[in-house]
């Protein structure tokens, strides 16, 4: 349990690491983002193709996996027909800047909380050695992750630390959802 335990906060604050060096860095270019960007999309990629769904076959089956993978690609087919789009370097017409960090505030919590449950559901599995990989590969996502999170609200005239302290809470919801898995 206290192994659990500490790679779940672990995992979870990786985001706030990610985040630190925004209380350094002046200016990150939109290549640098992107980078980070793919290499947070890329660790995930990697999780779920040789990690998660190989798993997820040999514990629950193909027709559940075939299942989840459909309910997740129309729960997100509903979400980009339904939720308005923001390019955030560029769509800053009609919506004030409070209001778009608030949105991508709450996108990146939205979206941590599955991250943190599938820590907590790795672990219980029973799986030898599932939990801590699964903790170490989001806590590894989460790094840019939280860099992004910051970086984004620096640009909206957040100031930095306050900008840091917000990313590191994102990402702090994960270990609610890994005790709840």
Not at 13 to 33: N, Q
Not at 148 to 155: F, G, H, K, N, T
């Amino acid at each position: 349990m206290e192994e659990f335990l500490l790679a779940s906060f672990l995992s979870a604050m990786a985001t706030g690491l990610g985040a630190l060096p925004i209380l350094f860095f002046k200016k990150a270019s939109h290549r640098w983002r992107d980078i980070l960007l793919a290499f947070t999309a890329g660790v995930m990629v990697t999780a779920a193709t040789f990690e998660l769904i190989p798993e997820a076959l040999q514990i629950g089956g193909l027709g559940n996996v075939v299942l989840g993978i459909s309910l997740g690609v129309i729960t997100l087919t509903i979400l980009e027909r339904t939720i308005p789009h923001l390019d955030l370097d560029h769509g800053t017409k009609n919506m004030n800047y409070d209001r778009k960090a608030v949105l991508v505030i709450t996108a990146i919590i939205l979206h941590n909380l599955p991250e943190g449950l599938s820590v907590g559901v790795s672990y219980g599995s029973g799986v030898e050695g599932l939990g801590p990989f699964i903790a170490f590969a989001i806590g590894l996502q989460n790094a840019p992750e939280g860099f992004l999170v910051a970086l984004y609200l620096i640009q909206q005239q957040v100031r930095r630390l306050k900008a840091f302290m917000i990313a590191s809470f994102t990402g702090a919801v994960e270990v609610i959802t890994a005790i709840i898995g």
